[in-house]
């Protein structure tokens, strides 16, 4: 791992004033790993064996760049809006409670897991070719996170405002991602990844989205 680019990474964490919180979410993931390592039945020694090989070591120094990336975007930077704008249209993600049903009498459904919980996808103008997506995750020759289309699981030829789109997701670790993607009034693909909005803060003094919702440009 280059050590410019790590000291770099834990500077601007500093600088976001979220240690504690940042610390936190790092003492989350060393956790899931030591899970992961009793799951393997690797014993620790193995574990070293394992990451200094010259082949597992860059895979390893990768991961532990991705945690890093996860916990900055969680602890230091600003949750953007729960609703996304692009020109002239406002797409809101959200999950389904009360208020949701309370609302919508009637809208469309892809529900692979009756276990998962709910996210709502509600337009302010009617969209076209709106596309629920599985994302798959990969690093670019600069070491950096990008994303890419694993499958598109649902489709409507077009999201209406009065009938949004409800599907069934699930967070599983820190890394768990979500995609969707449209067509903007010209007729141009926009493809978006979201995630859960809050890290490790109290749900009780939490006031930021549901989800952060950013836009990608999808790996070939």
């Not at 936190?24 to 394992?50: D, W």
């Not at 049903?101 to 076209?128: C, Q």
């Not at 499958?151 to 409507?156: A, F």
Request: hydrophobic share 40%.
């Amino acid at each position: 791992m280059n050590n410019n680019k790590l000291m770099k990474i834990i500077l601007l964490i500093g600088r976001r004033g979220s240690i504690p919180r940042c610390l936190q979410r790092l003492k989350f993931i060393m956790f899931n790993m030591e899970f992961k390592k009793r799951e393997l039945g690797m014993a620790p020694a193995s574990i070293i064996n394992f990451l200094s090989n010259e082949d597992t070591s860059r895979l390893a120094a990768r991961f532990f760049i991705t945690a890093i990336v996860f916990i900055m975007i969680s602890c230091g930077v600003t949750p953007a809006h729960k609703n996304i704008e692009t020109d002239e249209i406002l797409i809101d993600v959200s999950y389904v409670d009360e208020s949701f049903l309370r609302k919508y009498n009637t809208y469309d459904s892809f529900i692979e897991d009756e276990d998962h919980g709910r996210i709502a996808f509600t337009s302010n103008i009617p969209v076209k070719d709106f596309s629920w997506l599985s994302l798959s995750l990969d690093f670019d020759d600069r070491d950096e996170l990008v994303y890419g289309i694993a499958e598109e699981l649902y489709s409507l030829k077009e999201l209406h405002p009065q009938k949004p789109l409800v599907v069934s997701w699930t967070e599983v670790g820190i890394m768990s991602v979500f995609g969707f993607s449209y067509r903007d009034k010209d007729g141009q693909k926009k493809y978006f990844v979201g995630r859960v909005g809050n890290y490790g803060s109290d749900p009780e003094e939490y006031n930021g989205p549901d989800f952060v919702i950013t836009q990608f440009f999808p790996t070939k």
